[in-house]
Each structure stands twice: as structure tokens, then as C-alpha cells.
């Protein structure tokens, strides 16, 4: 059935490619950074115009990289099956019926034909005839798909697990897995376990604190923060703290960007590597060419144990040696003695300059990488900055707000020519805002109830910053703090203090620092009128007069 399988195969893959075209047609962001949209594009407008959730999008990248994944492995088999001339050819003289000898033959032959055809379907009956299209159609949450089958009965035959629109090909995706809660579906990173393993290290010199080893990222590797090349190699732990790294920072690439080639990236680093090792270019080709002379000179000058790779200065303290139990378990350990002493000069140089090498190339492609990722570890810190001005409550409403779900229209069915194109960019709105809800951090609207509960349909307007208009109480309250409110009070020749918390108009404010004035010049006046003083013949004043006429010489 060579040709029943190809004729099914390329139905699958135009089945792919429909869906391919659809699923960017909906959500232009959805095509890899090396495929940029250009300006006289029919999508360059949708991508402003129809922007979908963060979760939606990267949910259907990893969609279309499934799609594209069955895609390759279709061609893989049809290449297979076309490659074998001699099937092709029996098949087709078989359907022709040229080489059969008497009519019966090829009737025979046909009749054997359709017999293979019914024991497929009967083997395969479960399938309907639409299952093809079924499986890549994109079916939205909350919108039941079911068929009739022969009993007259309902059968559900999909059921989307999440609240995304998806196909049942890839039903089994789940987005919320790939990403943890810091990193919000890719926008951010999570290193809080490297930070960590990196204050662990003995090599690392200085204390960063979360952001400031964020910043370090994009200068990795750097002698200040990370300690020179010679600290490095002795730090036991430097090699594990960068192979953690690197594998965090890979699988973080692979998760926000599945469609982009990742191992094509990952090659050219690697050839860039070898470039500058075998050139000498890197730092740690002259340090593996000073610890190789090193370890030469120092086999020249004194007494060298090779089983313990150690140098004594004097004969009666390496001849102790060889009497002690660590270099005797060092001399069963080896093995041969002959075979130890023939390779270990080359052996010890090999594998100094093996591990000097691997830290070099691990240190350089964490810094290609990094430097690719870049906005992403800025995004990350300017994230970690702004939550720490958060209180906790503020903290619990944010990650409550993101686990919603989010509501959404259900776009027009872009397969279908029935609708007209003025219909279709009007169904295709993603987000239905009516109330004019602020955006959140996520770039959707905020809930009715958050918004709501926050009290920001009330706003509040204050004359001393310039009539401008907060929404509500919270921001109201918090904005006496901020530097407008501030410079608007200090304009008005008033000192900010407490005092003027929920006083907005400027007559006030006035009134307010004068009666402020008032009483401190009375509280003074007091003070200097409460001390009484007597002069040497009994005159009684008070203290600031009596000092007043000391100073004039009076008395």
C-alpha cells in the first residue's frame, strides 16, 4: 500500500500547513525572531491590532513546533517510501495491469486490492473519515465537539484540557509546566538557585545581591565578580556552578523560542570557540601554557612522586614518602608501574589543558547566550525591583490576578470564505474592553473585580499637583509621597510633613502653614517668656532680656 501511504501522507502534511497558516494568520507573533514581519506585509498590522496574551503566544509557538516536528518526520517517511524504486515500479505495473498475463489476472489483482482497502478500514474503523482535519483544527475551551455515530449517539471526541484555543494533536501540551511562576511564561528569569550556588562558591569574591548578579550576567565572565582564571580552576565547585548555568540558560532558549534553531546557534558558538582556542586568543590558553611549564620545572628541580603529583626538595623527606599509606594506595591505584611512568608526562598535561578547555568553552558560550538574552535579563531585573516596592498584599493580588483565566472572544474561522473580510477583523478581537479596565503587567486588562475591589472607578483630584487626576484611594493616598505632590507644596513656600495628608486644595494648604506659623511663633514666645531672671538689685525680667541687657553692657 506504498501509494495509499503517500497519497495519506501528503493529505496529512497539506492538513499541516493549513493549520500552520491559520494559527499565524490569528497571531502574527507566533513566527520566530529570524523571520521578520516586513513592512508591506499583510500581518504587520495584526500584530499591534490583535495582540494575544503572553500565554496564548507562547502556547501556540510550542503548537506550531509540534506541528513543524510531524511535519519533518512526514517527509522523513515519504523520502523513505520513494526511495525504493522497485516498489514503485511492482505498484504500478500491478495497477496497469501490463505485465499481467489474461484479463482474470488483472482482475485478480484489483480484487486483491480492494480487499487490502477493507481489512485497513475494518482494522482502523474507530477513525472517521474527517478524524484528519479534526485533529488540526484549532477548538476553542467551552465549545463542546462532538459526532453522530451509527447508534444515533453523541460521542464527545475533544475536550481541551486548558483554557486556550488548540488543536487535539497537541491537547497534551501544558504550558503552565514549562514555566515557573517567576519566570510569567518566559518574559522573566529564574537563577535564585544559581545566585545561590554562586554565593556558594570559593572562587567568587564579592556578595552580590539578586539584581546585581542579573547585571553580572551580561559581563560573564568577569575576573571582579567571578575571581581570576587560577581561582576558577582551583574552585572544585566553578565547574558544576557553570554547567548548571549553562543548562538552565539552553533550556530557557528552548522553552521561549521552540520554533527558532536552537542547535544551529549552539554550533556556531561552538565554532567560534575552537577558532579562538586553537589561535591561542582566550586567557585560558595562557594559563594552561604557564601550569604546564610549571609543572615541568618543578619535576626538574627536585624529587617528584608521579603516582601523588608532588614535589619534595629534600631525598630524606621523599624517601619518607614512599613508606607512607597514601602513596602506597596512589601506587595500587595506578597499576602498572612501567605503564604509569611511560604516559604520565602526557597524560598530566592532556588532561590540565581537557579541563582548562571546557571551563573556557562553557564561560564562552554562557556570554554568547547571555548576550542574546539580554533584554530578557533586564526585563528580569527591572521585575525584581518593582515587586520589592510591593507590600504583600499587593504581591498575593498580582499572582492571584495572572492565575485567572483569561477571557477572550473567540476569533472568526479564517477557513471559512463565507464571511467577509470587514466581519472577520471584527471577530477577531481578542480582548473585549468596554470599561476601558488599565492593563496589567501581563498586558491584558485587569479583572472586574480587581479593578472593582481596587476602587478605581473613583478619581480623586488634586490642585496642588496641577489638577491632575488619580484613580483610585490607594493611588490617591500613596501619590502625598511622590515627588509631585512635593515640589507642588514646596512651590507654595510650605514644608511637606504629616500635617498636610488629604489637603489638596492650595487655599488650604495656605491657610494650613500659616496657622502652622502662628502657633510656633507662640510656642517660642513662650518658651523665652517662661524663664524669669533677677539682677543684683532685685529687678525681676525675663531670661531673654536680661541676656539682651548683658550683651549692651547695662548690667
Sequence with gaps: MSFEHQRSFCEELERIEVALSQRIARNPALLPSHIPLTVNSPLAGRVAKKRKSDRETIFGQHEVAKLLDRYRSICGDMLDISADDKLKEKELAALDGTKAPTLDAIFATYDAKVDDLRAYHRKYAIESVNSLADAYELKYPGVPTTVEDDLDETTPVFQPASNLPVSSFAADLNIDALFSGQENYGNFMDVYHLHDAYLNLASSTQRLTYTQYLTSLLEFPDDIVQGDTTARLNDPGYLHYLIELDQYIIGFLQRTRPIDKIEAILSAIEAEFQSLWANGSTKWNQLNDKLVGEKEQQKQQGFYCEYCDKVFAKESVYLAHLTGRKHIKAVEKAGSLAKKATNKVSTDSTELTLQLKNIAYLEHRISQLCQQLSSKILATKTNVERRATLTERERTLEQESSQLPALYIRDSDSSSDSNSEDEENEDDSFFSNPRKFPVGWDGNPIPYWLWKYN????????????????????????HFLEIRHIHGLKCLGVEPSGLFKDITNIQEAKDLWAKIQRRKRMTEGQHENAVEVED?????MSEKVYNDLVKQGYL
Aim: proline share 0%; hydrophobic share 30%; aromatic share 14%.
Design 536 to 540: 543684683a538689685e532685685g529687678n525681676v
Design 455 to 478: 476602587g478605581l472607578g473613583h478619581e480623586f483630584t488634586c490642585e496642588i499637583c496641577g489638577g491632575f487626576a488619580y484613580k483610585g484611594r490607594k493611588a490617591f493616598e500613596k
